[in-house]
């Protein structure tokens, strides 16, 4: 502990205007001005995104002119005129860009948000009817991972009075005979209790518990609209709870696109529970049969009597004390008033005025601020540190060593970061790590020994794996190799959490897919009890995927065991998020087919390679899956990899298509060693895999002269799959042979059914390539989905076109990078992602079917979307690019091969 008084000998008085409002502040000329409005201003809408001015998160007005503020320091903007989102505008008095954002739904996670609309602000202020040129020369410097890059556009265009047309989706509905209702869902078999998920407030409100979390997905709306649904109360009545350990179900981790189809209907049967046993109640207090009885807003009425009574009235602040039985019946699609109606997001207006709602914006009293050094490589550790030069800085607080783990807490964020820097200068590590080479990596993955199984219909099986062979009757062999790198999450916002231990009872606030795994593992390395641990959910950072909010958790933990009875805001850097998060996996697939005489698919051979996409084992004996249990002095052990044999999951998800072909040979070749860090990232591997199958359809297709449309639906059986290509061809107005190939625009088609049960995708993706750079344009997308029952339309087309955009950064732009000792693709220059100028127009058609089960979208994109552009650069310029990214380099060799 510090127990020298604070350093004051550099700080100064220095007085900023900020929002109308002049204030005082006593600080060191050379603090970010970011770190003084968050932190002693208390305006969070700013965010920490980079540290390097690189990603706009942090953008705030100076005298009018968009600036990053991470990097300014707050003395050089004494006396001049500074605005942030909390001062353009309330939710009670919009500013347009504001309303605006919120009209066009242009937010998913919103972390990128206030820095969006400052930057459109100072745009609109200069030119008040910009051209798309200045938008977007106005939105260079802002990045947004979720991908709503077309709706932003189309909300300054609305703000500036000239909105975009067309809308962002056509929803099409086609009612179906309803779905036979079987057991309960899962969750509800696992919690049974109906106080479990339904609560009624005495205020007049119904809150409702989710043990699922929102990543940016919408699905607390979601969530918001079923219940409100089935127990016949208004939207604005219904309150959503998420992922607490301390009040929600255990609903595990948030992920595979299930959310709607395992928490959303537990939800439904729970409130459809609850709405029947209000009414028994009610028919007793009113003296009426249930069939006589109405139900409006929570008040159930008698039209005969006249009399009424409201749910608040007969269980407000009661329990139930019964489980759902199933007893209560959901309503029938035809029945449904919200369902299949799109809604505003019910955490739109936060993020749009910048209230404080991620975990980074957490500010406890007397928190204090942590930060970590990460070692410089996988297998460096630790030396010697000079802690002694650390202690002594200014806040300075604690210095935390344990092992190859580093910390320090400060009392201010400025102080934490400059302790860190010190403590990482004066380190000294052993690194003893070797990674393979990068440029030859695909052919070191096939080289490794491998453990192969045989897939049927989507399931492994224990069988014998047949050898390739050619059919006799083929008289065309088509040969093709494709290749996905390591990707990383890169949400825009690195990872955070905040802990307090106090009185022996540990408290951690976090943005992890998975509270309930999240505090197992943290009691298993902390050597705690499960109930002396709670984990409580608070939005983060776009993210679908295993990234590092689970290792930031129990950083945060380990700083807060130093400083009992204060809290800690632990956040990684950029450098920390890039560099040590763990990663989607790189893949190599293999495919081979044949036609006959008639064109005809004969042979179809599909052979995955690839290391493990999940990496979250329950903790056990030294095992854990948290980054830095295994630097510790008593280090825990790394999970060891292992193949996942379940249907559709892990390197084989999606590697079965859905066509009809009557020869296939599907072999997924499980390798144990990934030399890096590995898990889950959004699609497993679904993303390599219609990648290739999608790829290879289109170069049969033209090995065949056919349409690749008309291709596909020849062996398509499935009518709903047929329904959406068909949907997406007639959206694109797709003109078989209209775009003569080389002219530099090329239109390409990819489709898939999410694991072969949930969401059907179609996509069509217009691009010109430059021949001379070799750089892809991307113009115009459509993407056509049916996902059963559609919830709120919206947002399915919002996650439809976010899911486009970040499929498209990963195909165009993205690999992590690595030298022979360490991670080199530390910030957004060494990893960039898609940016507003390149982002297309995006247009979906929605597709409800009333009376079908609700299924998941959230992933269903991921591989039609580098299908897509593959087939529209070959369209385009006549070559085939299999192996991601398609950077200009790689590009123009591929064109100097063909010779073109």
């Known amino acids: 502990m510090n127990l020298f008084p604070r350093i004051e000998a550099t700080m100064r008085d220095i007085v900023l205007h900020v929002n109308g409002r002049v204030h005082h502040v006593r600080i060191e000329p050379d ?75 242009a937010v998913q996670c919103g972390f990128c948000t206030p820095g969006i609309i400052m930057a459109a602000r100072a745009l609109l202020n200069r030119h008040p009817h910009p051209t798309e040129e200045q938008i977007h020369a106005a939105l260079a410097p802002n990045l947004c991972r979720c991908g709503v890059y077309d709706r932003v556009r189309r909300a300054i265009y609305r703000a500036a009075g000239q909105p975009w047309s067309p809308s962002s989706y056509e929803l099409k509905e086609q009612a179906d005979q309803e779905f036979a209702q079987g057991a309960l869902p899962s969750p509800l078999r696992q919690t049974p209790a109906l106080d479990a998920w339904i609560r009624f407030d005495v205020e007049g409100t119904v809150t409702v518990f989710s043990g699922k979390v929102e990543l940016g997905q919408d699905l607390r709306t979601s969530i918001a609209m079923i219940a409100a649904e089935e127990l016949d109360v ?32 537990a939800v439904r049967y729970a409130a459809a529970e609850a709405r029947y046993l209000l009414l028994l109640e009610a028919s007793e207090e009113l003296s009426a049969p249930i069939s006589r009885l109405t139900v409006s807003d929570g008040t159930i009425s008698d039209p005969l009597s006249g009399c009424s009574i409201t749910y608040w009235e007969l269980q407000g602040g009661k329990c139930f004390g019964c489980p759902v039985t199933g007893v209560g019946r959901p309503k029938q699609a035809g029945d449904y008033r919200l369902l299949g109606r799109s809604q505003e997001r019910l955490d739109l207006l936060a993020k749009v005025t910048g209230r404080a709602v991620f975990v980074h914006d957490l500010d406890l009293p007397g928190m204090l601020h942590g930060r970590v050094v990460r070692p410089p490589a996988y297998n460096a550790r630790l030396v010697s540190v000079d802690e002694a030069a650390v202690i002594h800085m ?49 052919e070191y993955m096939l080289a490794q020994a491998d453990k192969p199984y045989l897939l049927i219909d989507g399931a492994p099986v224990e069988a014998p794996i047949p050898e390739i062979s050619v059919p006799p009757e083929a008289t065309h062999t088509l040969t093709a190799t494709y290749y996905r ?29 998975g509270v309930y795994p999240v505090r197992a593992g943290l009691a298993h390395v902390l050597g705690m009890p499960l109930e002396d641990i709670r984990c409580i959910h608070v939005d983060g950072p776009g993210s679908f995927g295993h990234n590092g909010a689970d290792d930031a958790a129990l950083d945060a933990a380990l700083l807060a065991r130093a400083v009992p009875g204060r809290a800690v805001s632990l956040k990684w850097t950029r450098a920390d998020e890039n560099k040590w998060e763990p990663y989607g996996p790189a893949t190599v697939i293999r495919m081979q087919g044949s036609l006959n005489a008639a064109g005809e698919v004969i042979d179809w051979n599909h052979d995955v390679y690839g290391y493990t996409h999940v990496l979250r084992p329950r903790p056990h004996e030294r095992v854990v899956s948290l980054l830095a249990a295994w630097y510790l002095a008593e280090p825990f052990d790394r999970p060891q990899a292992q193949p996942m044999l379940s249907p ?47 790829s290879f359809v289109d170069e049969m297709a033209a090995l065949a002269g056919v349409d690749p449309i008309e291709f596909r639906l020849r062996y398509l059986a499935d009518e709903r799959a047929r329904a959406v290509v068909s949907a997406a061809a007639e959206k694109a107005c797709w003109q078989p042979g209209a775009r003569p190939r080389g002219d530099g625009r090329g239109r390409g088609f990819a489709f898939a059914q999410y694991k ?19 750089r892809i344009a991307l113009e115009h997308a459509v993407i056509a989905a049916e996902a059963g029952q559609a919830v709120n339309p919206d947002s399915l087309s919002s996650q439809l076109e976010g899911g486009l955009i970040q499929s498209a950064s990963w195909t165009l732009k993205e690999e992590v990078t690595f030298s022979r000792q360490e991670i080199t693709s530390s910030d957004w220059r060494r990893y960039p992602i898609l940016r507003f100028a390149e982002a297309p127009r995006i247009e979906t058609v929605v597709w409800s079917r009333p009376g079908l089960p609700i299924l998941g979208v ?4 991921m591989g039609p979307a580098p299908a897509a552009i593959a087939n529209a650069v070959y369209d385009a310029v006549g070559v085939r690019l299999r192996r991601i990214p398609f950077t200009p380099e790689r590009v123009r060799a591929a064109l100097e091969q063909l010779g073109k």
């Open 31 to 105: 603090t970010p001005l970011l770190y003084v409005l968050r932190n002693d201003l208390g305006l969070k809408a700013a965010k920490f995104g980079c540290g390097s001015g690189q990603c706009g998160a942090c953008t705030v007005l100076i005298d009018g002119q968009a600036r990053p503020s991470c990097r300014l320091p707050v003395g050089s903007v004494e006396g001049r005129e500074i605005t942030t989102l909390e001062g353009l505008g309330t939710a009670d008095a919009l500013d347009p860009v504001q309303r605006a954002f919120v009209e066009e739904g």
């Open 234 to 265: 208004s939207l604005g009545r219904v309150r959503v709870i998420m992922a607490d350990t301390g009040q929600s179900p255990d609903e595990g981790y948030t992920g595979s696109s299930m959310s709607l189809e395992t928490s959303g209907n």
């Open 394 to 442: 200014p806040g300075v607080v604690a210095v935390v060593r344990d092992g190859s783990f580093l910390g320090v807490v400060a009392e201010r964020e400025e102080q934490a970061e400059r302790a860190m820097e010190a403590l990482r200068d004066g380190a000294t590590w052993q690194n003893d790590t070797y990674l393979p080479p990068q440029e030859t990596f695909a």
């Open 485 to 513: 790198p390591y990707h990383s999450h890169a949400s825009l916002g690195p990872s955070a959490a905040v802990a307090l231990l106090d009185g022996g009872k540990l408290t951690v606030w976090t943005h992890s897919q």
């Open 648 to 694: 559709q999951t892990d390197i084989h998800r999606n590697a079965d298509p859905l066509y009809t072909f009557s020869r296939r040979r599907i072999v997924g070749h499980f390798l144990p060693n990934s030399p890096l860090r590995t898990s889950a990232l959004r699609g497993l591997g679904s993303f390599a895999n219609v990648f290739a199958l999608e």
């Open 756 to 774: 072969n049960r949930q969401v059907y995708v179609a996509a069509v993706v217009d691009v010109r390539v430059d021949r001379d750079t070799g």
């Open 858 to 861: 959230g992933e269903g994109v």
